[in-house]
């Protein structure tokens, strides 16, 4: 058959789906939103002990505009929250949060005026990594679940990534549960 | 020169100003009218004696009593003699206004935002009084005793999701 002689030829069939993510999950620049103590982990999770570049994100950029996965680490005061969202509308799509220990997930210790509880307020979250702050460990586990996410995300038919797309159904020409 | 000697100067110089003093393990505390604080800051300041010539902080309390509900408290040092004193006035509810001491010590400044910050205490002839911590658009003052620790709700917006 076609497909087999394309094989044996060195080519091999798949979803575009599946290529364009695996691209994506391998190669996750961080924009480090270092705010607080966890930023510390977050520079101890890129040193060579934990090394988060075995997961293809060592690239730590210091703009935005590079970057396509943003780690919060640390507390997020009404103050920064603007500053925090700022930088979040700059990066460039698709792009995804991860919330770095309990503060920036739930305001923490800091039960007060001043700290928003939890930045899923303002920004959507794709990951909440527990711990205060939490082990390097973590962090990449965190990133590991960001992977597996990503892996079952559509990347074309939903351009507008945040937003719940509604794909309708195939007009089907027969009778229901059967094929036209 | 002992506590004792700083008090007797003190109410040397500017008798009913002085309106009270305490002494707690060493540390000396004197309370001043409020009017008068440039002016006793000046003397502390300049004379040569007492030279208290830094100021460590400057703050406000926030003690929820009918008469003189809130009070501000200057710490200053003297390098030369390497003592402290805590100066204090008592400040109304209903005019909170207290003359600024930046033209004493300019180090003030920052002391007196955040004080105006935190407890709505205005400093009159103060420079720049802005807010120091939170946003400029915000009404309410934190650190007041009936401030409610969560904070009033839509005070501080949020950006849209």
């Known amino acids: ?180 | 020169m002992t506590n004792s000697e700083v008090i007797a100067k003190l109410k040397t110089r500017f008798g009913d100003t002085v309106l009270a003093t305490e002494e707690f393990r060493g540390d000396l505390t004197v309370t001043v009218k409020k009017e008068e604080i440039v002016r006793v800051a000046e003397f502390v300041k300049t004379e040569p004696d007492l030279a208290f010539d830094l100021i460590i902080d400057a703050l406000g309390v926030d003690m929820y009593r009918p008469e003189g509900r809130f009070e501000v408290v200057y710490i200053i040092y003297s390098l030369n003699h390497k003592r402290y004193v805590r100066l204090k006035v008592r400040v109304d509810e209903e005019n909170p206004v207290v003359p600024t001491v930046t033209g004493v010590w300019p180090g003030a400044n920052w002391h007196e935002r955040e004080t105006f910050d935190m407890f709505g205490i205005r400093f009159s002839g103060h420079p720049d009084l802005r807010r120091m911590y939170m946003p400029e658009e915000f009404e309410h003052h934190p650190l007041r005793k009936d401030f409610p620790l969560m904070g009033i709700p839509d005070s501080l917006p949020l950006p849209r999701r």
């Open chain 1, 1 to 180: 058959m076609a497909i087999e002689s394309l094989q044996r030829d060195g080519f091999l069939t798949t979803r575009l789906d599946e290529v364009i993510n695996w691209a994506r999950k391998n190669s996750l620049w961080p924009m480090p939103m270092g705010i607080s103590c966890c930023a510390i982990e977050m520079m101890a999770t890129a040193s060579p002990r934990f090394d988060i570049s075995r997961f293809g994100s060592e690239v730590m950029r210091f703009t935005p505009r590079q970057c396509d996965v943003m780690i919060v680490a640390g507390t997020v005061t009404y103050k920064m929250s603007k500053v925090v969202r700022k930088i979040y509308d700059q990066m460039p799509d698709p792009k995804w949060v991860i919330s770095m220990g309990a503060c920036a997930s739930s305001g923490g210790m800091f039960r007060s005026y001043s700290v928003v509880q939890g930045i899923d307020q303002f920004i959507p979250v794709d990951v909440f990594v527990a711990g205060c702050p939490p082990r390097p460990e973590a962090l990449l586990h965190g990133l590991m679940e960001l992977q597996n996410k990503i892996e079952k995300e559509r990347t074309i038919g939903s351009l507008v990534r945040k937003e719940p797309v509604w794909i309708p159904e195939m007009p089907v020409a027969g009778k229901a549960g059967q094929p036209a």
